[in-house]
């Protein structure tokens, strides 16, 4: 039994490694690196676009006044993300330039970490710089890199590959204890980046049982530190998000849907990272009545069946299992077992790391087909290179897809459809921002007509989606359609009784109406809720005027002159 175990074990050691190849030389992966980083530049005049961007950074206090410690923002604790934010806001302000230029930098610091990881685990090197090459190039690594609010994501990878690597220098050199605090540490910093870094330490017990390293009681004793410290930030990010309110958004799934769900995102995310087609910023889960699209009720037995098979070829084809178990400790948490946020969990950006155990299969195929089947060998070294070079191209062209919130929300449009209704909205979201901006009064009157059509079109999708009222009925305002106007911030205000200054702009459209009661109600409503919106002063101190009520009407307007130093 013993000499058939050793057998194995060296079997799969040597089935690991493979026929390890003469050693590429030592710039390959900093040309890899290189690469990537021009390959993302030619995004570095993209613009800060709708989603999230603006919220991460410009409208962050943690990163304006630099207080990284006291405050959530969307939904996150990430201290470390901020400080890289505040060094690009204290660089250029509100250029996109050194948000775009940091997260290229911590892109390309991560291929030359993953290369170095890969030789840890003692791969050759022609399989690990394919490995590298595609983690560096990949389509589905746009939304990580190009996205400044996702800066976080390659940031947390960044520390979370440093504390693997420490981790796996101690256990090579057990008597070197500052190693190991130093992987615990930098795992830390990995939480305080992004809680995606909680997944380190099931990372670690796969690698090493890759490595072969027997689970002895101190391989364990050293990861209860790694499970106390994810734990406690697993805590703290459902604590942020409810304080978000993202726990708020309604889902209608049952638990037998949940599981479809999960087992469909992982199928899902393969066919991507194979066939990096069709890429956008949400992938919906749709379902039709009661039921859902057979492929659904297809990806569990898809899914189970290839872990088998992965499992069952674990001795021949070590790479296939392990792979496959790296990425799914990755995704594990990123899995749609439970809704946050503005739409489910499903998003290009959670394969960041993941992805790498999907390219060290492709990557080891040519040399596992070299032995068992040697006739595919050639084949399999010709499709990687094509993939290589399709992805390099969809990489391009991805990158483009960032340029601006209008361009991205095209795309994804025509690939995943309107996610309910809030594309229109945050198109037209967009479109109201660009009347703002611009001078020219026509191009002003083409942007209201647009965000006009977008929030009509995001309500008929969606009944719902409040904030298209709120945004639709101020622009009906702005264009003096002012019956339209009240009936859209009120529909509005009813799900949201609390928002100052629309229950102002419905009284100013009141007025116009010349529904003045009205209005002086709208106005006491905004004082009511902010006593410092002085401009509600002055337009209730004209409203009172305008009746007759000069008592109050000259009080309010003593008000307004006193606060804003107003001489008329």
């Known amino acids: 039994m013993a000499n058939r175990k050793a057998a194995r074990t060296a079997e799969k050691k040597q089935s690991v490694t493979a026929e390890t190849p003469k050693s590429s030389p ?12 021009l390959i993302f530049a030619t995004g570095f005049q993209n613009d800060m676009v709708s989603m999230d961007d603006h919220s991460a950074t410009l409208d962050n206090p943690a990163v304006t006044n630099f207080e990284l410690f006291g405050h959530f923002n969307l939904g996150m ?7 890289v934010y505040g060094v690009a806001y204290l660089l250029g302000k509100d250029s996109p330039f050194w948000y775009h230029l940091f997260s290229a930098l911590i892109h390309a610091l991560n291929v030359l970490l993953v290369f170095r990881l ?5 791969m050759s090197d022609t399989p690990a710089l394919i490995v590298c090459f595609f983690f560096a190039i990949h389509p589905i690594q746009v939304e990580s890199v190009s996205w400044i609010a996702a800066l976080s994501t390659p940031l947390a990878v960044l ?9 796996l220098q101690y256990k090579g050199a057990p008597e070197q204890r500052g190693l190991y605090f130093a992987s615990l540490g930098l795992f830390t910093l990995g939480c305080l980046s992004k809680s995606i870094a909680v997944s380190v330490p099931l990372a670690l017990l796969v690698l090493e049982a890759w490595m072969n390293r027997p689970n002895k009681m101190r391989n364990l004793l050293d990861k209860i530190p790694y499970f106390i410290v994810a734990f406690g930030f697993g805590v703290l990010t459902l604590y942020s998000r409810t304080h978000a309110g993202h726990g708020d958004t309604p889902a209608d799934f049952s638990v037998l849907d949940r599981i479809l769900m999960a087992f469909h995102t992982i199928a899902f995310y393969w066919i991507k990272l194979l066939l990096p087609i069709g890429l956008s910023i949400w992938y919906p889960f749709v379902k039709n009545g009661q039921t859902w699209d057979w492929s659904y009720y297809a990806a569990p037995f898809l899914v189970v069946g290839v872990y088998v098979w992965a499992y069952l070829k674990r001795t021949q084809f070590p790479v296939a299992w392990y792979g496959l178990l790296f990425y799914l400790v990755h995704i594990l948490f990123s899995l749609p077992f439970a809704t946050f946020g503005t739409f489910e969990l499903r998003s290009d950006r959670y394969n960041y790391l993941a992805s790498i155990g999907i390219f060290m299969i492709l990557a080891y195929l040519p040399l596992y087909l070299k032995e068992k089947q040697p006739k595919w060998e050639a084949l399999s070294w010709g499709v990687l290179t094509i993939l290589g070079l399709f ?8 990158v483009k897809d960032w340029r601006n919130t209008v361009t991205l929300i095209d795309k994804a449009i025509t690939a995943s459809g309107d996610n309910f209704g809030k594309a229109y909205l945050w198109r037209g979201m967009e479109y109201g921002d660009e009347v703002g901006k611009t001078k020219d009064r026509k191009k002003a009157e083409q942007y209201v007509q647009l965000a006009l059509q977008d929030f009509t079109k995001a309500i008929e ?3 719902n989606l409040e904030e298209a009222y709120k945004y639709r009925g101020g622009l009906y305002g702005l264009t003096k359609q002012y019956e339209q106007s009240v009936a859209d911030i009120t529909a509005y205000l009813e799900r949201n009784p609390n928002d100052a200054e629309y229950y102002y702009n419905r009284g100013l459209s009141h007025l116009n109406l010349k529904h003045t009661q009205e209005a002086i109600q709208d106005f006491s409503k905004t004082i009511e809720l902010r006593a410092e919106f002085e401009r509600a002063y002055k337009a209730r101190g004209n409203a009172y005027l305008s009746i ?3 008592l109050r009407g000259n009080a309010d307007l003593n008000i307004w002159r006193e606060r804003t130093g107003a001489t008329n």
């Open 159 to 167: 520390f979370m590959l440093l504390s693997i690597d420490f981790y």
């Open 548 to 550: 007759g009520d000069t």
């Open 77 to 83: 604790y990430a201290p470390m993300s901020w400080a």
């Open 391 to 398: 992805y390099i191209v969809m990489t391009g062209i991805r």
């Open 461 to 463: 999708a969606n009944p």
């Open 26 to 37: 030592k710039w390959w992966p900093w040309v890899i690196a290189g690469f990537s980083f």
């Open 118 to 122: 890969l030789k840890r685990l003692q």
